[in-house]
């Protein structure tokens, strides 16, 4: 699936939108969902885990409970109507999970929402949202597994964490607990930003500086050439797990010049 979009949004910024999902190499279903809205001013990924019709029906529960967002007033109508269909989807795989026999069921999520000059990233698990300024990247998210709870805790090192065998093992997902836990990130969003949402189908095979590298050189160009270039070198290392990535990139609208015709004697010394 994939799909590019140019859309304006509420006069700051336009956004140029394009996502690729591919199965892998090795997998017989695709558990990865992905969501671009740019009207509504939400994009997201979700990687679900449960085997078939249980880790696909998470992840496409929750694109379909968000899925119903509309057009948000502004950034605090769209977070709430976020939270509001993401507790929903955790509500209805939790339930799924229990129709089943109460087997592990759900999804990781990463979303990207904008409103005015002003981003959030929310997520759960290790599906990541990263950010493209000023030919720098920078990883928004932070992992909800295993290895990254032992690095944060300074119980092994980098170069141990890269090794670890549980390395893919999360520690949140959508749909596992009662009620979601996520985690948030705000901040303000810059022209030419660009943002890479994607599963760790992706990242398994990329570290940071040649995601940057790959990144930086296809800032400016037609971003279908990056989506493929991106998930063809997944494949082509292996594609062990889904793939998907969705990438928006922004461009802030400038003021329209303003000329004025003609002298008004009535203003004059008054301004």
Known sequence: MDQTR??????L???????????????AVNEDSMLAMPGSGLWLVADGMGGHAAGDFASQTIVSELGTMGVPAGALDLKARFLERLGQANAKIFRHASDLGGGAIGSTIAALLIAQDHFACIWSGDSRVYRMRGGGLSQVTRDHTEVQALLDAGTISQAEADAWPRKNVITRAIGVTEAPECDMVEGALAH??????????????F????LEGVLNI?????????????????????GKDNVS?????????RLPNMDVAGMYPEYSGQL
């Open 13 to 27: 910024f336009d956004f140029e939108t394009h996502h690729r999902t591919d199965v892998g190499c090795v997998r």
């Open 245 to 253: 990535v969705v990438i928006v990139r922004c461009t802030q609208n």
């Open 6 to 11: 140019i859309t304006s949004g509420d006069g």
């Open 192 to 205: 030419n930003d660009l943002f890479l949402i994607c599963s760790d189908g992706l990242t398994e095979y």
């Open 207 to 210: 570290n940071d500086s040649e």
């Open 218 to 238: 296809g800032q400016s160009g037609p971003l279908p050439d990056l989506c493929d270039r991106l998930v063809n070198t997944a494949l082509e290392r292996g």
